[in-house]
Nanobody, 122 residues
Framework: QVQLVESGGGLVQTGGSLRLSCAAS????????MTWFRQALGKEREFVAT????????NYADSVKGRFTISRDNPKNTVSLQMNSLKPEDTGVYYC???????????????WGQGTQVTVSS
């Protein structure tokens, strides 16, 4: 089983920064594509960023390009999302997900963390 636990969420002002982390169980972490999604209240779950197993490839939603950076530390079984220049529209529950294919679709990921709340005040 793959267990994922997010942390680092909180309340920040517009323009502030947060760093989210996702800790994974097991020793096969490097074999998974890791992706961050977010879900605003009353909205569908939305793709944010993804990273390949080696960390060489990354991809971002247009809404976060230039502001967010995804990274991973395979020896530590963690993936991070550095979020800068935060906007109120970034507010939502952020989830990390593990899968075996590069995808922006929630349905392609079977392993999910519990989520961490990010709130950006205006």
């Amino acid at each position: 089983q793959v267990q994922l636990v997010e942390s680092g969420g909180g309340l920040v002002q517009t323009g502030g920064s947060l760093r989210l982390s996702c800790a994974a169980s097991g020793r096969t972490f490097s074999g998974y594509i890791m992706t961050w999604f977010r879900q605003a209240l009353g909205k569908e779950r939305e793709f944010v960023a993804t990273i390949s197993g080696s960390g060489e490839y990354t991809n971002y939603a247009d809404s976060v390009k230039g502001r967010f950076t995804i990274s991973r530390d395979n020896p530590k079984n963690t993936v991070s999302l550095q979020m800068n220049s935060l906007k109120p529209e970034d507010t939502g529950v952020y989830y990390c997900a593990a899968g075996t294919i590069l995808s922006r679709l929630s349905a392609h990921y079977n392993y999910w963390g519990q989520g961490t709340q990010v709130t950006v005040s205006s």
